[in-house]
């Protein structure tokens, strides 16, 4: 019996783990692919559809930042940095906004026009006017 449940309950934990984040953005787009979203936070996709440039903001840490960059962007956050560091020391991009807290990212991207970020769903309920949840299909 105990052989049955562990991995149940080890399953559990994991899906609740990558549940609770959601993508926020400035911008027009309310609904991406999963793919939309790798080639965003990897620099590869550089303006929306309305031409806008494309503002990539990331938490410092922790376990939103984790779970976000592991499940849509497919890289841990050593290999998420390392990435984004060897695109600046070649000379083809900059470091995305990274912020200590959900609500100072928050204030970035509400202030900001076309920055994307994520956040935890419990801040779902309470996004500035101007920042929209994107769908992630």
Request: aromatic content about 10%; charged content about 20%.
């Amino acid at each position: 019996m105990k052989t049955k449940l562990l991995p149940i309950l080890l399953l559990l934990v994991f899906a609740s783990a990558f549940a609770g984040e959601i993508m926020v953005a400035n911008t027009v787009n309310p609904e991406m692919s999963a793919a939309d979203v790798e080639k965003i936070f990897l620099g590869k996709t550089k303006k929306w559809s309305d031409g806008t440039n494309v503002i990539i903001t990331t938490l410092k840490g922790g376990a939103v930042h984790e779970a976000f960059l592991t499940t849509f962007v497919k890289k841990q956050p050593m290999q998420f940095d390392n990435y984004w560091k060897q695109l600046v020391f070649t000379g083809q991009g900059k470091m995305p906004n990274s912020f200590a807290t959900e609500e100072e990212m928050l204030t970035f991207i509400s202030a900001n026009k076309g920055a994307v970020g994520y956040v935890s769903d419990a801040r779902a309920g309470s996004l500035p006017g101007n920042v929209k949840a994107i769908t992630i299909k």
